[in-house]
Each structure stands twice: as C-alpha cells, then as structure tokens.
C-alpha cells in the first residue's frame, strides 16, 4: 500500500506564505510523477505543480513565479513553497504520485486546507 501525508496548510493572510510537505511511503516505484493539486469549494480539483523524480517541474500558470515545488527522492518527500498568497488560493491542497506499468497507478493524500484571508 501508498500512503501519502500531507502537513502544513493553515491560515494566512493575502501577501504571506506557507510550505506544504508531504511524505509518501509504501510500494512506490522509483521513476513517478509527485503532485500538488487543490479543489477549492464549488471548483473541480485542479493540478498546482508537479515535479517527476528527474527533477523536471511543471507549474499551473496561476502559480507561476509564487509557488516552487521540491522533491528528496532519497525520503520520497515533497515541498510546496508559496509565496505571494492570495485569497484565490485557498483551498483543500492534495499530494499526489503516479507512474505507469502497464497500467497507471494513482495516490492521494488526505488533503490540508490552506485559507488565505485578503
């Protein structure tokens, strides 16, 4: 099994910041695709950032230049720095991994809430 934490989110006000992280465990395969996404009230759950285990990063283009993902594939880890927070941003933020086999695989994490207050 995969097990994905995610840890924190919290409340800040329009302007500041906040760092995600999330440790995932279990049978991963080495070679996946980590990812950032969030599902604000009413929204469907959109892709924030993602980052593959060579370190390539993907970014959605209403984060750019305020978020920046990370990865220490040694403790299968990953970081979201945000920076520049605005209310828009807030949501329930979910860490994600996939790889394809044959099949793809897919795992969530139990989600965090970040608020933003403006």
């Known amino acids: 099994q995969v097990q994905l934490v995610e840890s924190g989110g919290g409340l800040v006000q329009a302007g500041g910041s906040l760092r995600l992280s999330c440790a995932a465990s279990g049978s991963i395969f080495s070679i996946n695709t980590m990812g950032w996404y969030r599902q604000a009230p009413g929204k469907q759950r959109e892709l924030v950032a993602s980052i593959t285990s060579g370190g390539s990063t993907n970014y959605a283009d209403s984060v750019k230049g305020r978020f920046t993902m990370s990865r220490d594939n040694a403790k299968n880890t990953v970081d979201l720095q945000m920076s520049s927070l605005k209310p828009e941003d807030t949501a329930v933020y979910y860490c994600?991994?996939?790889?394809?086999?044959?099949?793809?695989?897919?795992?969530w994490g139990q989600g965090t809430q970040v608020t933003v207050s403006s």
């Open positions: 994600n991994v996939q790889w394809t086999i044959r099949a793809t695989f897919t795992y």
